[in-house]
């Protein structure tokens, strides 16, 4: 579906799909460095390399167009339109400068001139939405709304439709009709996200109906508010809630219409450089639009762009009700670029901050634990947790990350108390049940209340290969070696590459006389193991050792019963 809704060629392809003139001398050298720097998502390199080759040949139209697409991605319309005017000048249809000079004249304000254009090329629904909303920039409301009713009647995206309507109605104070769209459950989908929800509470709030809006917020949101809900809420609570911002004019519906359209093409699992596209421009007509923000920083993250990512999350000002969301964002940025000392910096200066917030612990948490600070990690838990009301269903995950904490800092019993409490909040959840299952395993305790555990773990998740290996291990520790491999063998399958797994499907093949596979799983995990990982359980000196001696022998060296295998065949 997200192909007639894009309406454009693959950034790589434009990149790659270049006529032969092109290759001209002159320009092969920056032409290649573009090119190369656009496959690998290099924004800034990929628009100097195009822009040199445009000095030297300027009416290459493959040429501007790779330059547009650039521009676009690094959010800088400014630079694209230029670029995008001289290919409509010179007769070229492109979607891409179709886009730029829509966006531009969005901005502008020239709804004369939108209204004029046949903007159909950029894709049916974003041109229609971007007309629609056009009219209402020009005052025409009766037009806008017919241009609304026009584009519903289209099949595949009529909640989409039906949610613009309702904030083009609100955005001229006409709140019953935008009311009464959200009320009939017109706006699908699109109603309930985070923004539709949040639109329809403010819708309430202007018709008075503060318990409504109130209500409206609890269902969407439940007890996981953060400073922008709790803002909200406030002014909800109050005589005379605060005007109606969600859309104050033409301009942000538009802008509205491209990052709405961005998170469709997410979800429909489209390129992260497409939508990158969509978002920059709902950032470009809006620039205080915080979720475009995030999700074009998001989009940066998942490229590869670090430091654009971290640029992008930085931007946003400390007293935004999302800078919250902004710093977790860069922090994580942060973290990915391999700049761990100050991503942690960045949420201990936020725990500070916003320490009200507990996810900003949880996150410090996380991110600790991974660093091996166990007992730092287990303090930041501790106040996620006690900032986590009681009845939250969700305390589970914390409940979860710190026993992990625990057990690797050798806190066996607080660990065990900390999964059972998970469970208490989650009976049947697989991680959990799978953790805690194969470290009773490991410690040779409650071995039959371990197998129960861990088979309830498989059948929530059959299709985890190191579930089904924690299955397998319960197996061989009760001495049941054909079913263990069964079990290992389907593992290893799920998980072919996994040392630990691989390991342990020699072990049980051991187990029961067959000690060429053995061998060979022991070579294959060795492999396998990464000596960068520190998280790995992977012990390649074990396996080495039993590879010059046995299991049996290895066994009787740590002190364990030695196993009684068959002789191999």
Same mark, same amino acid.
């Given at each position: ?24 001398q ?28 445009l ?37 070229t ?78 955005s ?29 509470? !403010?819708? /309430?709030? #202007? @018709?008075? &109906? *503060?318990?409504?809006? +109130? $209500? %409206? ?63 920059r ?10 979720d ?25 000002p ?26 942690? !910096?960045? /949420?201990? #200066? @936020?725990? &500070? *901050?916003?320490?009200? +917030? $507990? %996810? ?5 948490g ?22 986590t ?19 690797r ?20 959840q ?29 059948a ?8 089904v ?20 063998e ?31 799983q ?48």
């Open positions: 579906m997200f192909r007639n809704v894009l309406g454009f060629t693959s950034v790589a392809a434009l990149c790659i799909g270049l006529s032969a003139p092109l290759m001209a002159s320009i092969a050298g920056p032409y290649l460095a573009g090119r190369h720097a656009a496959v690998n998502s290099d924004y800034p390199e990929a628009a100097r390399y195009y822009t040199e080759a000095a030297r040949d300027p009416k290459n139209i493959e040429l501007m167009e790779s330059a547009v697409l650039s521009y676009l991605s690094l959010g800088r319309v400014d630079k694209a339109l230029p670029l995008a005017r001289n290919m409509i000048t010179l007769g249809k492109s979607q891409v400068a179709e886009m730029t000079l829509v966006a531009a004249m969005a901005k502008e304000g020239d709804y004369k001139a939108l209204l004029e254009r046949d903007t159909s090329s950029i894709g049916p629904w974003v041109g229609g939405l971007v007309q629609a909303w056009a009219h209402m920039g020009a005052g025409d409301v009766t037009a806008a709304m017919a241009a609304f009713d026009g584009l519903s009647e289209e099949a595949g995206m009529q909640g989409f439709v039906m949610y613009h309507k309702a904030l083009a109605l609100a001229v104070g006409d709140f019953e009709g935008a009311e009464a769209i959200f009320d009939s459950g017109a706006a699908g989908a699109a109603g309930q996200t985070r923004r539709g929800v949040m639109a329809h509470a !403010e819708i /309430l709030g #202007q @018709l008075g &109906r *503060s318990d409504d809006a +109130l $209500a %409206v917020l609890s269902d969407g949101f439940g007890a996981d508010t953060d400073p922008e809900i709790a803002r909200l809420i406030e002014a909800l609570q109050q005589e005379a809630p605060a005007p109606f911002s969600h859309m104050p004019d033409a301009q942000a519906g538009m802008a509205e219409v491209f990052f709405t359209f961005a998170a469709v093409l997410r979800n429909e699992a489209a390129g992260d450089y497409y939508v990158l596209l969509y978002s421009i709902a950032r470009y007509l809006r620039p205080d639009h915080v475009a923000l995030l999700l074009t920083a998001s989009l940066l993250e998942n490229l590869g762009e670090h430091d654009l990512a971290i640029a992008e999350y930085k931007s946003l400390a007293d935004s009700p999302a800078y919250h969301a902004a710093e977790l964002g860069r922090a994580d940025a942060l973290r990915r670029s391999g700049k761990t000392a100050q991503a942690i !910096e960045v /949420l201990e #200066q @936020l725990a &500070r *901050s916003h320490g009200e +917030l $507990a %996810v900003v612990h949880s996150t410090l996380d991110m600790l634990r991974a660093e091996e600070d166990y007992e730092a990690a287990i303090a930041s838990y501790d106040e996620a947790l006690a900032l009301p009681e009845t939250a269903r969700a305390r589970w995950v914390l409940f979860y990350a710190r026993a992990i904490a625990k057990e800092s050798g806190d066996w019993e607080g660990s065990e108390s900390d999964f059972r409490a998970a469970l208490e909040l989650n009976p049947e697989p991680q959990v049940l799978n953790y805690l299952g194969y470290s009773l395993v490991e410690q040779q305790r409650n071995l039959d209340e371990a197998l129960d555990m861990i088979e309830r773990a498989v929530a998740s059959p299709d985890s290969g190191y579930i290996d924690s299955l397998g291990w319960v197996f061989y520790r009760l001495d049941r070696y054909e079913e263990a491999v069964e079990q290992m389907r593992a290893v399958e799920l998980e072919p590459v996994d040392p630990v797994v691989n390991d342990h499907l020699g072990d049980v093949y051991w187990a029961v006389g067959r000690q060429r596979e053995a061998e060979f022991w070579r294959r995990a060795l492999s396998f193991v990464d000596l960068t990982d520190a998280d790995s359980e992977a012990d390649p000196e074990r396996m080495r050792r039993k590879l010059e001696v046995g299991l049996d022998a290895v066994l009787s060296e740590e002190g364990a019963a030695p196993l009684k295998v068959a002789a191999d065949e």
